[in-house]
């Protein structure tokens, strides 16, 4: 069992960066695969970037290549989202999620556990 929660959000200027964490409890933490994903209002949630387990897996969508980047700390349970240069279409709720898959994958019916989003909003 993982429980996640993210934080990090804010409004931002377009050009700007923010640094979204998403902290998991329990003690699966090192043994999950862990993704980023967002949705924006009247879109599907979408993958932005996952890393896994052993970090040895790391995958971006394409729209967010050079601009964000994913980490972890094993032994802190938290996950991280670097993301600069953000643009207004980056806007969305951004949901950290956890699954026992041994690489990234994209879909979100791969992922078996979700936290309850951070809000991005780049304004132009």
């Known amino acids: 069992q993982v429980q996640l929660v993210e934080s990090g959000g804010g409004l931002v200027q377009a050009g700007g960066s923010l640094r979204l964490s998403c902290a998991a409890s329990?003690?699966?933490?090192?043994?999950?695969?862990m993704g980023w994903f967002r949705q924006a209002p009247g879109k599907d949630r979408e993958f932005v970037a996952g890393?896994?387990?052993?970090?040895?897996?790391?995958n971006y969508a394409e729209s967010v290549k050079g601009r964000f980047t994913i980490s972890r700390d094993n032994a802190k349970n938290t996950m991280y989202l670097q993301v600069n240069n953000l643009k207004p279409e980056d806007t969305a709720v951004y949901y950290c999620?956890?699954?026992?898959?041994?690489?990234?994958?994209?879909?979100?019916?791969?992922?078996?556990?979700w936290g309850q989003g951070t809000q991005v909003t780049v304004s132009s």
């Open positions: 999620a956890a699954g026992y898959q041994p690489v990234v994958v994209h879909s979100t019916t791969a992922y078996d556990y």
């Open positions: 329990g003690r699966a933490f090192g043994s999950v695969t």
């Open positions: 890393i896994s387990r052993s970090t040895g897996n790391i």
